[in-house]
Nanobody, 124 residues
Framework: QVQLVESGGGLVQAGESLRVSCVAS????????MGWFRQSPAKELEFVAT????????FYADSVKDRFTISRDNAKNTLYLQMNRLNPEDTAVYYC?????????????????WGQGTQVTVSS
């Protein structure tokens, strides 16, 4: 049974940083592309970042480029999202997802497994 468990969300002020994590189990993490998505009440599910199985290829949404960094530790089956210079528009539930692919994927439909999400709230 595949499980993705996010943690690290919370309430921060604008301009601050936060790192969210996702621990995976029940899958071959080292050969699985991973991604982060987010959803706020006013918006549809939005792509944030994706990383290939061996970290060689990474893509970001334009809205987070140069502020967020996705990374992974295959020895720990863990995916990370370092978020810097947060602003209120980043407020959302952040989900990690696993794709049946070595290559990074930008579309939610290409992901087979999803975590339960972790809330990130940025106050102004």
């Amino acid at each position: 049974q595949v499980q993705l468990v996010e943690s690290g969300g919370g309430l921060v002020q604008a301009g601050e940083s936060l790192r969210v994590s996702c621990v995976a189990s029940g899958l071959r993490f080292s050969v699985t592309a991973m991604g982060w998505f987010r959803q706020s009440p006013a918006k549809e599910l939005e792509f944030v970042a994706t990383i290939s199985a061996r970290s060689g290829t990474i893509f970001y949404a334009d809205s987070v480029k140069d502020r967020f960094t996705i990374s992974r530790d295959n020895a720990k089956n863990t995916l990370y999202l370092q978020m810097n210079r947060l602003n209120p528009e980043d407020t959302a539930v952040y989900y990690c997802a696993a794709a049946p692919s070595l290559l990074p994927q930008r579309e939610a439909r290409d992901y087979a497994y999803w975590g339960q999400g972790t809330q990130v709230t940025v106050s102004s």
